[in-house]
Nanobody, 115 residues
Framework: QVQVVESGGGLVQPGGSLRLSCAAS????????MYWYRQAPGKQRELVAF???????NYADSVKGRCTISRDNPKNTVHLQMNSLKPDDTAVYYC?????????WGQGTQVTVSS
């Protein structure tokens, strides 16, 4: 069983920045593929970004150029740096750890972009 815990959400003004963090348990963290999803009220959960075990990254078109995903394997942590935030980025952000054919989800962290 892998425990996943997100942190770093909050209220930010449009144009601001936030850095989300995701800690995942397990001695094999470096082999996990790590994903960030988000779900806005009334909408389906959507993939925001992911990073593979080798460090390759991919982003949704809606956040490309504004977000950066990175991983710190010694700390079992993945970060999502979000810049130039927009009201449309308001959502609960979830971290997902994928390993050995299974997916583990965190409880989510709320990001609200509002003036």
């Amino acid at each position: 069983q892998v425990q996943v815990v997100e942190s770093g959400g909050g209220l930010v003004q449009p144009g601001g920045s936030l850095r989300l963090s995701c800690a995942a348990s397990g001695s094999m963290f470096s082999t996990y593929a790590m994903y960030w999803y988000r779900q806005a009220p009334g909408k389906q959960r959507e993939l925001v970004a992911f990073i593979t075990s080798s460090g390759s990254t991919n982003y949704a078109d809606s956040v490309k150029g504004r977000c950066t995903i990175s991983r710190d394997n010694p700390k079992n942590t993945v970060h999502l740096q979000m810049n130039s935030l927009k009201p449309d980025d308001t959502a609960v952000y979830y971290c997902n750890a994928a390993t050995r054919g299974r997916n583990y989800w965190g409880q989510g962290t709320q990001v609200t972009v509002s003036s």
